[in-house]
């Protein structure tokens, strides 16, 4: 190595100089080349962090992955030498190593003018989504030498712990990104979580070349980490046609793993291991040999014609006419206050090479008198089209009433899931969906039991329900759930949310919004003397119900009367859905099994009846967690399990309109009206 050094150095450092002359050149044919539609984009992987060898192959002496001036601009000349349009480094937050490092390579490209950009790789967890993004957003972003594709900075995201991967936590990622090109490391299943990337990418260690939805991967080799032998033997010749199949898939975005990482056996850059006659090495002259191959007949999708139409109080219609590309693709609406929106629709599928068609989505349980802000997307593995913005105002309806409702919301802030209050992809989302029901303006929000796990202790209290949820205990009508009798009588949960919880040694109690009247029942029968005929609570609410003869009535409690859940139905509210059937009332809602569903209206015995019955609502998905579903009730309508997120009610004189807004937005949805008795 040591004699072999001199020579590639002194080839390096003319390359370099060569390549530098060439610089405003070689900027304007990449600049040509990105600009053509179909030319592919090729992007190496690029460790940040000091090298690690365990004895692999013999890597470079001297300074090495550090953010010293010579390391990055041999760097460069590598990427340069493979034809690279971009190096896809890990990144974290300000003030760490990995930042630094991205800062000096961003830097080294200003100051010599390369054609080659930086994009940050997001796999390891640094605080919340939102928070990582806008860390990004606010500083490698706004380097001249970031990745930009299209009008948008790129970022990946490959979340090391392979088991947190899902399509919630990809949603979660897109919600976070909007304003970026995202591209997301696959799972199993990855298919189906529509509009949660712009482009996904395989990185399973041990496959010499995988191709996933907008990207083909190639990598020379790997060798797992304390092991004895590689799991992927390096080959030139299996190298040469790696990147042949590559150039030959015709993917938007050909990736490379990797330029230095020389821990896993995947580095190519110059080697005493594979030099050859330009100082590149093997590997690299492969790459520079034969440049990004284009897709044949690579076709963007298309839109245009948008147009708002049948806005009332609370809903709008946005059409346009959409057409798919070379690739499937789908569709879907953003909407919101402003041109940020923050909310969207369920993606709609569009099959490949499809001619243009209309499409209409429908917004529902909007605020009344409210100006919003809309646009249609259309996205598949070729490229994403937004519309122009779409403005339009709801119409006056001053007595109509928006809230938010949700049970099973905190996590014991000792729980790991917790992760500082921002929850993981299936845990502790408290934080999350609260966010959501903060940018909606509602007046009212329910929350539905099972509010602070484990015991509703003050403490937990504090530190979990407080930070989220309790920013929202303005407008809060609490109903109590099993885990707050975890602390003896509940108390700590009746002192947190004072007089609006009704008494402590009731807990039910009844209020009106606008012309709705609403009743809280508690379900923890055993803790107030019991529910059924001639308890104190269900003599109370008979007596409640007969003085307030109002058209509208919802009435809601933790657990539910008819569930298809892990707790089932729970026969001890007989009497109480039997008095509130009796009385005409119109809809129910409950929490305790952590899911989505709902019924079709139902009399006390659980019968359909679509004169006079009561509809219910299940709506356990708060933050905490999910179970999964036992057999489905003959009127369960719609049914989900592994979305968190709330159920929004437009309540209005004689009628009422809903709609599940999922977090991250983008997932299931559930949405629909219904006439009062």
Known sequence: MSALRPRIIAFAALAFAVLLALAAVAQSGSTQRAAKRHAPLRALFYLTAPVRTSGLVVRPAGPYARDDAGAVKRHLLALAWARADAAIMPWAIPGSPANRKLAAVLAAIASTHAHVRGAALLNRSQGSEALQIGALAGGP??????????????????????????????????????????????????????????????????????????TYLIRPGFWPSGAKAATLARSPDGWERAVEKMNASGAPLQLVDSLNDWAHGTAIEPSAAWRSASGFGTYLDTLHA?????????????????????????????????????AAAAWWIEFGATTAYGQMTAPVSLPARSAPRSVTGALTALSAA???????????????????????????????????????????????????????????????????????GYDAVLPLGDVQYNSGTAAEFGASYQPSWGRLKAITHPA???????????????????????????????????????????????????????????????????????????????HPRFSSGQNGDAESLDTIWGDLYAAGADVVLNGHDHDYERFAPQDAAGER?????????????????????????????????????????????????WRFASDPPGGFTDSGSGACH
């Not at 139409?309 to 059409?319: I, R």
Request: proline residues 6%.
């Open 141 to 214: 972003a706004t380097s001249p030498g970031y990745l930009r594709i299209g009008s948008r900075p790129a970022v990946f995201v490959a979340p090391a712990n392979r088991a947190l991967r899902s399509c919630n936590l990809a949603l979660r990622w897109r919600a976070a990104a909007r304003s970026f090109w995202l591209a997301q490391a696959t799972f199993p299943g990855y298919g189906s979580c529509h509009s949660a990337a712009d482009a996904w990418f395989r990185d399973e260690p041990n496959a010499r070349s995988a191709s996933a939805t907008g």
């Open 609 to 657: 009846d679509d004169v006079a019955g009561v509809r219910e609502f299940v709506v356990g998905t708060g933050g905490k967690n999910h179970m999964t579903f036992k057999a489905i009730k003959p009127n369960s309508e719609v049914h989900d399990t592994g979305t968190f997120g709330f159920l929004e009610l437009a309540l209005s004189p004689g009628a009422y309109a």
């Open 290 to 326: 034969q440049a990004p191959g284009a897709a044949p007949h690579a076709a963007p999708p298309s839109l245009n014609a948008v147009a708002v139409t049948g806005v009332t109080a609370h809903e709008a219609s946005v059409a346009a006419t959409v057409a798919a590309g070379s």
């Open 370 to 440: 409210t100006a919003y802000h809309a646009r249609l997307v259309v996205a598949s593995a070729v490229g994403t089209v937004a519309s122009t913005d779409a403005a339009f105002t709801t119409v006056p309806d001053p007595r109509s009433i928006r809230i938010a409702a949700a049970g099973d919301i905190a996590c014991n802030p000792d729980a790991s899931a917790f992760n500082g209050g921002t929850g993981t992809a299936t845990e502790c989302d408290q934080l999350g969906t609260s966010n959501a029901i903060l940018a909606g």
């Open 480 to 558: 109590v759930g099993n885990h707050e009798y975890g602390s003896p009588g509940a108390a700590p949960y009746f002192q947190y949310f004072g007089g609006a919880a009704g008494q402590p040694d009731k807990g039910y109690y009844s209020y009106d919004l606008g012309s709705w009247h609403l009743i809280v029942v508690n379900s923890n029968c055993a803790q107030i003397g019991g529910c059924s005929s001639g308890s104190p609570q269900e003599v109370w609410l008979r007596a409640d119900l007969a003085a307030h003869p109002v058209q509208c009535t919802l009435a809601y409690w933790h």
